[in-house]
């Protein structure tokens, strides 16, 4: 593990910031069953791609309903959980220092498209 790479594991390894959707939406236990199931690349990868399909859909939805929030945030949840996962074991991935960064990054961008679609609902009624 390069040098880069464990500064930011370190930094963010116990970042609640990064981790409240998922405490929020998920027991210990239902985290757990996520967590173990994240083993490769392709699982955080598809993680990414399951809250940004969900970001790209709900643009399209019209009139939104609190479930769709709730929908979108239970995926952003599944994606915080696989990003803690690459935190927590990033030998076990092959992300480059600045791939794992910008994951983290991702969580407050998607927040910021969450807190647009809230937003949204609010003025719809």
């Avoid at 405490?23 to 392709?42: A, C, G, L, P, V």
């Avoid at 970001?55 to 769709?68: A, G």
């Avoid at 092959?94 to 407050?108: G, R």
Wanted: with cysteine; glycine share 2%.
């Amino acid at each position: 593990m390069n040098k880069e790479l464990n500064m930011i594991t370190e930094k963010y390894q116990y970042d609640k910031s990064i981790r409240k959707h998922a405490e929020r939406y998920f027991d210990f236990h239902q985290r757990s069953s996520i967590h173990r199931k994240i083993e490769t690349n392709e699982d955080v990868l598809l993680e990414k791609n399951g809250i940004e399909n969900r970001l790209q859909t709900y643009k399209e939805v019209y009139p939104l309903i609190s479930q769709d929030i709730i929908d979108i945030e239970r995926s952003l949840a599944r994606y915080e959980i696989a990003v803690g996962k690459v935190i927590q074991c990033p030998w076990n991935f092959s992300f480059s220092a600045q791939e794992v960064l910008n994951f983290i990054t991702n969580i407050s961008v998607y927040e910021e498209e969450i807190s647009h679609f809230r937003m949204r609902h609010a003025c719809q009624d």
